[in-house]
């Protein structure tokens, strides 16, 4: 197995029924995004317990030096915000008259929100090209885990909401709409008002709400 392998995560049988071809079939390719070590870190900044919102992505930035390991988020220093990801930023501040300062998302993660691609490689310049590559696999297993007890998950778009049937039990939180991109937000993204629900769902389990704006103040 993989030394990647996230340990939280490694009982998946992803880790050794695909990984190894897909490893295989990405060795010597040049130019894959996010860098290796960061294919896994969404898994790695939220281990199975801790998780209590789910964000599902498509695949990573194709643009070298965006992509992170973690959905929607980039490296601190990106400008500008790739177009989706400042859209989800005029949602919050919609919601909540703040955003936060850059498009490191890795605060949320620290707050048990899981921010996981449908796919984990993209080759540079090339969006979707890995999405056939059996990536899929592992984001089934992952929802069906987390469907363990109630979670609250945001399935933004056709294709994040074609996972839901892997999400069992009726008691989570299952929020969908149009996906925040440029083509698709004005049809349903602006106005859903999803970072404000989660919170109410959380605070009406009795859990604290995510900070979804200033990182600071976690």
């Known amino acids: 197995m993989s030394a990647l ?9 992803f880790f050794t029924e695909d990984l190894p071809r897909i490893d295989a079939s ?33 695949d990573p930035y194709p643009t070298p030096g965006h992509a992170h390991g ?31 300062p850059n498009g490191d998302l890795r605060f949320w993660a620290a707050q048990g929100v899981l921010l996981l691609n449908t796919a984990l490689s993209v080759p540079a310049r090339n969006a979707g090209a890995h999405a056939r ?18 979670r609250a998950f945001i399935l933004w778009g056709n294709h994040a909401q074609s996972f839901a049937k892997h999400i069992h039990g009726d008691e989570h939180l299952v929020l969908t709409s149009a996906h925040p991109s440029p083509l698709s937000a004005r ?32």
Not at 5 to 13: E, S, T
Not at 33 to 44: G, I, K, S
Request: glycine content about 6%.
């Open 133 to 150: 590559l059996g990536w899929s696999k592992l984001t089934s297993q992952v929802l069906e885990t987390l469907s363990e007890r109630p």
């Open 5 to 13: 392998v996230p340990p939280n995560w490694a009982h998946l049988p």
């Open 70 to 100: 973690l959905a929607f988020s980039v490296e601190p220093d990106v400008r500008p915000l790739p177009r989706s990801l400042g859209n989800i930023f005029k949602e919050l501040d919609a919601e909540f008259g703040a955003v936060p």
């Open 26 to 58: 990405l060795s010597g390719v040049a130019d894959v995004l996010p860098p290796e070590h960061q294919r896994f870190a969404a898994l790695e900044a939220a281990a199975p317990d801790d998780v209590r919102v789910v964000i599902l992505g498509q």
């Open 187 to 218: 049809r349903g993204f602006f106005g859903s008002r999803p970072f404000s629900r989660v919170n109410e769902w959380l605070n009406a389990r009795g859990e604290p709400p995510i900070n979804w704006t200033t990182p600071e103040a976690r």
